[in-house]
Nanobody
Framework: QVQLVESGGGLVQPGGSLRLSCSASGNIISINDMGWYRQAPGNERELVVVSNSGGSEFYTDSVKGRFTISRDNVKNTVYLQMNNLKPEDTAVYYC?????????????????WGQGTQVTVSS
């Protein structure tokens, strides 16, 4: 079993910045894709950005140039630096990881989600 623990959400004024962190722990062999999704009230969960183990990144158009994903593969941690935040960025942000892990069955490949962290952009 793998756990993802997020931190760094909060309340910020428009134009401000926040940095989210997500650390994975457990019987991890390696992590393939890691990324961030968000869900605003009344909306479906949407992809914000994803990074694969090869270093490729994909950002949704609305955050390009403002958000930056980074990974520390030694610490199994992914970060999301969010700059120039806008009210429409308000949402619960979820970390997502696709993990190769060991179990009693051998090696498994599973998808895990963090618990979510609230980001509120408001004056």
């Amino acid at each position: 079993q793998v756990q993802l623990v997020e931190s760094g959400g909060g309340l910020v004024q428009p134009g401000g910045s926040l940095r989210l962190s997500c650390s994975a722990s457990g019987n991890i062999i390696s992590i393939n894709d890691m990324g961030w999704y968000r869900q605003a009230p009344g909306n479906e969960r949407e992809l914000v950005v994803v990074s694969n183990s090869g270093g490729s990144e994909f950002y949704t158009d609305s955050v390009k140039g403002r958000f930056t994903i980074s990974r520390d593969n030694v610490k199994n941690t992914v970060y999301l630096q969010m700059n120039n935040l806008k009210p429409e960025d308000t949402a619960v942000y979820y970390c997502d990881a696709h993990v190769f892990e060991t179990s009693i069955l051998g090696v498994e490949f599973n998808n895990y989600w963090g618990q979510g962290t609230q980001v509120t952009v408001s004056s």
